[in-house]
């Protein structure tokens, strides 16, 4: 697996891939929740306006996940208002018995667990939200920031900045209004430190997909932009490149026409400052490094450049077990992504699970992608997914690599794996042994970095989170519980899937299956 052109970003993913073996520092770090951040921003000057009632399609998760086709109909601010509330916006509070480290402290309200549509690692949500609303979007133009828990925008700074944005940008068509994702990292590293890269990259992914779902539910399109001037979107929107990182920027189809281009554009920026709740903030310096040097790769590769880095096709040796058809996700998109969450430790393969339900997750999981403006029109997937199965109908169990075009299994191991893969788990709060299949999604990341630069890294990462959303999202309209880790010795899975030639590294693990009946649990939804 050694890179061609190693790189800070190379070094970086090495680093994570053995991290189980080879600890990160800082190795004896202890998070101090009693100063921890908010879960957002706090603009407390910024004046602030509601957003409607998000509206709903009704649209099954299946007709979701083919997209919208060749359409690309405008956004509106109510379907503005609907992307973000079931995205990134609180839908209730759940309390329920389960095996994470935080559930003590879960009945305070202080430590209330609100959830969203979109998944986060360890809950965090560090991601931020701006509108950078041009002509024709029915409010003023100018900045906005999206106050999650107020399901509200408050105003950054007020006139007509798009054309500053599509300078920085240069998206594919010059648009009119910009979604733009950034990262406050502090949200993260407080707990996660020099780690707190590789999970927020992966969360960007994880909202991307969201938005792509709820998006595609109703005929409009997401096709985020990550290759551009960072630095100057940041100025505007004045942030502290150390601080707080961009990491895509979306332009959006809207009724109004898009702003002729300026030679010049205005320079201005927002005055307002976030408010840190943290008393003590810490940095950690191989997190600084690795997002300076992903935010200074401003050069966008070539279209097509990705092609080299594809997944390699499944093998057509081994022994293959066909899969059925998929079964059917006729849950709505918007009820999908209120009942998703995550399972922490109430697995209990007690019955199989369907091999319909398999066929749908590993269907769904291995179409999604993150589209971007160098994607070529002969590019593969960047993704491969891998199946360890210890209780599905028809399926002896062992490890399967999935391949897409015959819709089967191939046999990479004859062994049961549940030993395997709760001896290989570095964490306590999931029951690996009981889950029904333990789904592995892998990327050749340093392919892809030769390929891209170390900006290619965010893309890595997005591509897995938006795997993992996908993943949630199908679970829940199948109501199987789920789970999503981090806490794996990557080295142990390469060497038992056989990934070394290849260059593949194994990113995220993908836990689902039925759960115990007859634990307490608590709901409340927001209406």
Sequence with gaps: MTPANPGLAHAYATAILCRSREPMPPVDFTPNWDDAPRRGKYYPQASAFGLPAPPSAGVDLDTALRGPGDADEPFTLPLLAGLLHHSYGLLGRRLGIQANSDLPVLPSYAYANWH???????????????????????????VYYYAHARHAMQR???????????????????????????????????????????????DVGTLLQTWRLWAGAQGRRIRPVLWFDQAAVG????????????????????????????????????R?????RSRTLLSFDTL?????????????????????????????????????????????????????RSSFGRFLHRRPMAAEQLAALLRATTASTVP??????????????????????????????????????????????????????????????????????????????????????????????????????????LRLGAGVA????????????????????????????????????YRYELR
């Design 116 to 142: 969203r549509g979109t998944a986060s690692g360890g809950g965090l949500y560090p991601c931020s939200v701006y509108w950078v609303a041009g002509p024709g979007a029915g409010v003023t133009p100018g």
């Design 156 to 202: 950054l700074l007020s006139g007509d900045v798009s054309a500053q944005v599509n300078a920085a940008v240069d998206p594919p068509r010059p648009a009119s209004q910009f979604l733009v994702i950034g990262v406050k990292y502090w949200q993260n590293a407080f707990k996660y430190n020099n780690f707190s890269y590789h999970v927020v990259s992966m």
């Design 235 to 270: 100025d505007l929107l004045g942030l502290a490149s150390d601080d707080e990182a961009l990491f895509a920027a979306v332009p959006l189809t809207w009724a109004a026409p898009a702003p002729a281009r300026r030679e010049e554009p205005a320079m201005v920026r927002v």
């Design 272 to 276: 307002h400052r976030d408010q840190e």
């Design 288 to 340: 600084q490094r690795i997002n300076r040097s992903t935010a200074a790769a401003v050069d966008r590769p070539a279209t097509g450049a990705l092609a080299p880095a594809a997944a390699h096709p499944a093998s057509r040796g081994g022994t293959r077990v066909p899969l059925p058809a998929a079964a059917p996700l006729t849950l709505s998109v918007e009820a999908a992504l209120t009942a998703r």
């Design 372 to 477: 971007s403006e160098i994607d070529g029109p002969v590019d593969g997937p960047l993704a491969r997914i891998y199946a360890f199965v210890n209780a599905v109908a028809g399926v002896p169990a062992g490890g399967y690599a999935y391949d897409p075009q015959e819709h089967s299994l191939v046999a990479v191991t004859g062994d049961p794996p549940g030993a395997f893969l709760q001896r290989n788990y570095t964490l306590a709060n999931y029951n690996l042994e009981q889950a029904a299949v333990v789904l592995v999604s892998t990327v050749r990341t340093h392919a892809v970095l030769d390929a891209t630069g170390d900006r290619g890294y965010n893309l890595v990462n997005a591509t897995a989170g938006a795997i993992a959303q996908t993943f949630y999202t199908v679970a829940a309209a």
């Design 486 to 521: 981090l806490g794996f010795d990557g080295v142990s899975y390469v060497e038992e899937l056989g990934l070394l030639e290849s260059g593949e590294f194994p990113l995220l693990i993908m836990l689902a299956g039925e759960e115990r009946g007859q634990l307490g649990d």
